[in-house]
T-cell receptor
Framework: GESVGLHLPTLSVQEGDNSIINCAYSNSASDYFIWYKQESGKGPQFIIDIRSNMDKRQGQRVTVLLNKTVKHLSLQIAATQPGDSAVYFCAERSYGKLTFGQGTILTVHP | NAGVTQTPKFQVLKTGQSMTLQCAQDMNHNSMYWYRQDPGMGLRLIYYSASEGTTDKGEVPNGYNVSRLNKREFSLRLESAAPSQTSVYFC?????????????????FGAGTRLSVL
């Protein structure tokens, strides 16, 4: 079956740097993508989403880029802060069902 | 507006015991979901309810049952707990109206129930 995967399981950055978290997907039928943030001991929290007919969407300090040619999704966090330390999941939707990736651990050093 | 509320937050069971995990949402959402999260794995869907009165199996339904009690509440029951069911369980809800704004497709999660089966 098709699945969502992440290139890097961990990412360490310095406070103030920009962070880029990557996600590869393999289901060409996926029409919608979501990024979630999960802090230790908490449930996933919605960050930003993007439809398959878009290639970029911006939020507050976050940008999601979608490259359908290579089936790649990325989350960019500007001016990363210690409070951004968490696990970040991408998820794809195909035929109405969400499939989640394993997650990338982002650690922000002061 | 509390969002999605799960109870209990923690539970320890012995093999063979039964229990029900409770979930309630106050966002008037139509769809509700139960996931489990295990180390090194993404969230896996156990059961879902697209609307009040309907339930469907997800990716890993074996050993579980669900009840959509009303629009607000969606419970998950373990009839005879096994050590393999040790996990963190998350409930989620989504507005779910077909053809609605994209924001209605976002799933909102509860804080989770941490279950250990000995």
């Amino acid at each position: 079956g098709e699945s969502v995967g992440l290139h890097l399981p961990t990412l360490s950055v310095q406070e103030g740097d920009n962070s880029i978290i990557n996600c590869a997907y393999s289901n060409s039928a996926s029409d919608y993508f979501i990024w979630y943030k999960q802090e230790s001991g908490k449930g996933p929290q919605f960050i930003i989403d993007i439809r398959s007919n878009m290639d970029k969407r911006q939020g507050q300090r976050v940008t999601v880029l979608l490259n359908k040619t290579v089936k790649h999704l990325s989350l960019q966090i500007a001016a990363t802060q210690p409070g951004d330390s968490a696990v970040y999941f991408c998820a794809e939707r195909s035929y109405g069902k969400l499939t989640f990736g394993q997650g990338t651990i982002l650690t922000v050093h002061p | 507006n509390a969002g999605v509320t799960q109870t209990p937050k923690f539970q320890v069971l012995k093999t063979g015991q039964s229990m029900t995990l409770q979930c309630a949402q106050d966002m008037n959402h139509n769809s509700m979901y139960w996931y489990r999260q295990d180390p090194g794995m993404g969230l896996r869907l156990i059961y879902y309810s697209a609307s009040e009165g309907t339930t469907d199996k997800g990716e890993v339904p074996n050993g579980y049952n669900v009840s959509r009690l009303n629009k607000r509440e969606f419970s998950l029951r373990l009839e005879s707990a096994a050590p393999s069911q040790t996990s963190v369980y998350f409930c989620a809800s989504r507005h779910g109206l077909a053809g609605g704004a994209e924001a209605k497709n976002i799933q909102y999660f509860g804080a989770g129930t941490r279950l250990s089966v000995l």
